[in-house]
């Protein structure tokens, strides 16, 4: 048995597995932090550049759309590219994005440079999920994909925190010139070190379904990110983008089907432990990121905390979710994915409960504690039913899987931020109706009367999960590599 640093792949070629996987987690931190560092800045930006908070909202509006357009095709440039040119290409995007964006003087640059970061991260993720399914065998997936995990959600954890002691100590620009120097070891590591271990079969490109794809995906991410805003659901446009949206994934799905070389191989959802985990990840994914993003509009509107202390009162949760999904991803490995997938979601039932009726003497402490035991219900049910979904597929599916996957989450992010934030605003207006006199503090009610119907939104969704995990059954890997 060889040590876990180095495999047999095809009897001939040996991998390294260690610089592999340290050069995927350096650049995915570093990705992941940048999703939610620059968040914190964005009163300074609107200051600085004059702007208004709709052309803010930009910054992360087309960040999230880039993704959503290349992430679903990312399954077929895997087919086409190598894993080196991939790796290289994704660190190039990232490098070249963040030092836009650190030297940068005006707003249209800094956009353009999240469409570079977006390009970067879009095309890493899948690419480094596809190839710790190539690399490690079925036994060892867990505990990898829980150090994916333990990075990947640490590093939305650590960004807000980090980035507010750098925007208060010096300036916006460092939160990029910090991450600037990761990004390059992890470039050049990769150079030396990164192999191909994909099979390489350029499958015929179908330019019919990439545009629908990018449509439909784009579409739906950006009529739910406008959705989110507060006044979003009233405008035509928004019902017009996800309209045309859903109609253009239809088409672009039963276009997969007939196709002999589809775009994006959407047979992987024959496969009943891969169809149930992509829709329990997604689930999840809304769970996190409406949580993430309601707390602290709570915390500041509601309990009139700054924004850094509100980080500071997110950060153990985050950094628990990234801990527990190294040790989820461990004990998948031994015991499976329903003895935690299952008592995961009863947690989060427990807690979303709880913070549904959070008042305005509610501390901060106690929203610490709520937010801890929500991301380690989290951490239970994501890393297990990801592995466990992953591992059904047969290897030539597994770029498709890991794009679907991947193309989905982002989906249901935007939808569970949508829906949370239409959830405030009618819980908030409710409230408002059946007062006669506004001042502050019945402004200040009325945000954390929105929070709690937000919140009754999140156990909807956390019960909904409970029911489709009771069905969670595990499933033996298909072996790819040798350890001779």
Known sequence: MKTMDLLQLDMNKTIGRLPIML????????????????????????????????????????????????????????????????????????IVGFLIAAITPSFTLLLIARIFQAVGTGLLLPLMFNTVLLIFPPENRGTTMGIIGLVIMSAPAVGPTLAGILTEKINWHWIFWFSLPFLIISLLSGIKYMQNVSTITKPKIDLLSIGLSTIGFGGIVFGFSNAGELSGGDDPSVLLFLGVGVIALIVFSLRQLYLKQPVLNLRAFQYPMFALGVLLVMFCTMIILASVLILPIYLQGGLETSMFFAGLV?????????????????????????????????????????????TKVSTPGLIMALHTFLMLGTAMIVTPVQTNALNQLPRHLYPDGTAIMTALQQVAGAIGTALAICFLSVGREKYLESIVKSDDLTTSLALIAGVQHAFLFVLAVSVVGLVFSLFVRRVKGIRTVSDD
């Open 23 to 94: 050069s995927f987690l350096i650049s995915g931190f570093i990705g992941m932090f940048s999703e939610t560092a620059l968040n914190v800045a964005f009163n300074d930006l609107m200051n600085i550049f004059n702007i208004t908070p709709a052309t803010a909202q930009w910054l992360t509006t087309g960040y999230l759309l880039t993704l959503g357009i290349l992430v679903p095709i990312s399954g077929l440039l895997i087919k086409w590219f190598t894993t080196r040119q991939l790796f290289i290409t994704s660190l190039s995007f990232s």
């Open 314 to 358: 997110m950060l153990p949760g985050g950094l628990i979710n990234g801990i527990m999904s190294q040790m989820t991803g461990r004990l998948f490995d031994i015991i499976g994915p329903r003895r935690l997938v299952i008592p995961g979601f009863f947690i989060t039932i427990i807690v979303a409960w709880i913070l549904s009726g959070i």
